[in-house]
Nanobody, 122 residues
Framework: QVHLDETGGGLVQAGESLTLSCAGS????????MGWFRQAPGKEREFVAG????????YYGDCAQGRFTISRDVAKNTVALQMNSLKTDDTAVYYC???????????????WGKGTLITVSS
């Protein structure tokens, strides 16, 4: 069975940092583009960050530029999202995603995690 499991969500204050982790089961991250999306209440799911299948390319949405860093550990089959300088606007459910071809758009994602909630308080 293929699934992605996110951990690391929770409640933080604005300005603080948080790291999310995504563990793959039944899927090898080395074969896929991996990434993170988020969805805030009443808003569409948006691309946050992605990393290419060979690990050489890291890509960020406007919401993440300069504050978030995506990385992966092939040996552990995990992908992480380090988030710094969190803002109240970062409050959302964060989803881990895997795609065979393109990680930039939700419609091309092949596997989704269940999501983990991050709440940033002022």
């Amino acid at each position: 069975q293929v699934h992605l499991d996110e951990t690391g969500g929770g409640l933080v204050q604005a300005g603080e940092s948080l790291t999310l982790s995504c563990a793959g089961s039944g899927v090898t991250i080395d074969d896929l583009a991996m990434g993170w999306f988020r969805q805030a209440p009443g808003k569409e799911r948006e691309f946050v960050a992605g990393i290419s299948g060979d690990g050489e390319g890291q890509y960020y949405g406007d919401c993440a530029q300069g504050r978030f860093t995506i990385s992966r550990d092939v040996a552990k089959n995990t992908v992480a999202l380090q988030m710094n300088s969190l803002k109240t606007d970062d409050t959302a459910v964060y989803y881990c995603a895997a795609a065979k071809f393109s990680i930039f758009m939700a419609q091309f994602v092949d596997v989704w995690g269940k999501g983990t909630l991050i709440t940033v308080s002022s």
